[in-house]
């Protein structure tokens, strides 16, 4: 359990109304992220899957990109995201690739769940090995794979992350 | 368990190979990815992270923003994705919002790891629930998050994804 962490009121507001006016803007769903790193704003998101036609451009993973993009970094260390809701998987592994400090979050997957969202769903699928998933998955040519991962050992130039 | 799913060595390789010559590109890690469609190369990608500075730029999330560009639409059902690696829970939660049909995957998380990626630890961390996981996090302004949920019940405009 982690307490006494805080938590800015006003960035919170500020991603939940970020939330709230991207539902009339027709671009993505009621989602919100802002990135603070020493009591400023780095960067906002919102969900932008629909009216960009990327499933991947949620509020948090969208927040990230710009942030790192301002930032010129591909590591947001000594920084926290503010969400309307809860991160989906997606979200919550590009905030721990991104090293984020810190996560606050308002709404719930649950929340989420009963709005018509799949964040409670996929949270649960991906706990499970992947030959129990719902997604059909084939594991083949392992040995193949492993090529890449030579490559990458003995490359002397490889920036790690 | 999903049986008699095929898979193609063809498309593999194109994603092996993508991600072998990615090493040395200099912009990424060893991951490589490719979207089919019907028989047909839609889109791949390759690790951009650390080339880009996008936390977010892994190969299979960077082959599912192009083929969705390229497609005009942010569904992919009717797709399958070859990754070189079996996808992060980012990458492997990206492929289901998109809908995929098949995941084919050749080298496993646990080959990721001892190249020094954290794909199996941050498995373990999303199956947490989130007061147990490493990354600090707190829930607050819950009732105020209901908010922007109930402006996307409302809003007829809404596209549902």
Chains 1, 2 share one sequence.
Request: charged content about 20%; proline content about 4%; glycine content about 8%.
């Amino acid at each position: 359990m982690h307490a006494n962490l805080g938590g800015e009121p006003k960035f919170m507001r500020m991603a939940i109304e970020l939330a709230t006016s991207n539902v009339v803007s027709g671009v993505g769903g009621p989602f919100g992220a802002v990135i603070v790193k020493n009591g400023d704003v780095v960067a906002t998101g919102v969900n932008l899957v629909t009216g960009t036609n990327d499933p991947t451009a949620h509020a948090e993973v969208t927040a990230i990109r710009r942030a790192c993009t301002a930032l010129e970094t591909y590591e947001l260390t000594g920084c926290s995201i503010y969400s309307s809701c809860e991160p989906c998987p997606m979200c919550l592994t590009a905030i721990l690739w991104a090293r984020l400090d810190t996560l606050y979050f308002a709404s719930t997957a649950e929340d989420a769940a009963e709005a018509g969202f799949d964040d409670s769903h996929f949270y649960e699928q991906v706990a499970l090995p992947f030959s129990e998933r719902e997604l059909p998955t084939v594991n083949f040519m392992r040995a193949d794979g492993l090529a890449s991962f030579n490559a990458w050992r003995t490359f002397a130039g490889r920036v790690e992350y």
